[in-house]
DNA sequence: ACCTGAACACCGTTCAAGT
DNA sequence: ACCTGAACACCGTTCAAGT
């Protein structure tokens, strides 16, 4: 399962070691040089700190998006936002851990203003722009939130949260009738559903 | 600045001093039992762990938004839904370094139950509500981001942020001319505009 | 430039023992 | 029930010294 240490150590390859430990909840810089067969203090010669590692990450993450969608893909722009939001939330939900970075280091990085910038393509209006960052953003840090390491397929996600559902139908009940809806609330239907209604009304 | 140790310690005590710790981005174990008067070990006849401290933080902050105006308040649904959502993020805001930890606790505790009740109480599509509810907690999520403790005044931030706003115009021309709009981003009318976009569509 | 060894200044949590 | 003292098993970061 896990492989030995990095046979030649650099920037690529740190990141690459600091994604599957954070994946795993155990992103130490201890760990990290541990796993790369180096010593903690060896790490500093290629990041200034432990911060500026999940940062990287987190718009290298980004980057696996893939943004043709958005800027070449075939459609009106709702549809072209749609199939980017889509896979945006695939290729985040890969690796639920590092989404709050993501949230963090949102509009810092060079990945981030490219998809800034694409964005304004298909949707020139920023306040408009920004009321979808927000909810692709937002659904996606809910979701990640209450997903472990490694993510279950998403019908069990969604089978675990009706499972796991249980409130007073007396105090709550209009939240018990909606069980149902509510354990899909992660599910790809509620996500394409309400961007779909967000995109109609800008 | 600095209250002394408190007289009595008790359940209440304890996270009124947890979130002065949060809120200046200092709190350990350590540091909150020494604010107490106490030994770190103390602190668990009080909580199980540190989670603990801040899973309840969280709760008790989300209970002080005024969730009359969700649902005794005047006008029709959509509009004390954005009065709540004005409260909730004004509340929140005061604690940004809290904001992460009401994402991920987000419906799990009492109080965030209660407000979900409310919610579709005014809104009674589940879909559309859990809409509303991500577009409301993604935009607070990206504000409180970026915001230090203590919060500057909003109409600062926005100034902050126009200033430090810099971008290659030749290679990001719409957003170097939506250089305005993207630093009022976290102004109160972007998130008043975007939800009642939102809401007309649900 | 890259790395080690060792240290510094911390963490959260546990637990026997006291009151 | 509440608390101390002390320990255990960790952290991130720095830095002189080596290559």
Redesign the interface.
Known sequence: MKRGPQRSVNTETVLDAALELLDAGALTMRALAARLGLTPGALYTYFPDRAAIVTALADRLLGQANLDLLEHGGGSPAERIVAFALNLREVLMRHPAAV?AI??A?FNGPVA??V??SL??AL?D???A??V???V???I??EA??TGSPVAPEAERIAARRAAFA?DPA?????HA?AD??AA?VSTE?FR??LE??L???
């Open positions: 709050p949230l963090g949102a203003l490219r800034g910038e304004l393509g020139p920023p306040r408009a920004y009321t960052m927000v909810y953003l937002g659904s840090a809910l939130a209450e409130v105090a709550f009940p209009r939240t909606a809806a509510i609330y509620q559903w309400g209604r967000v109609s009304a800008l």
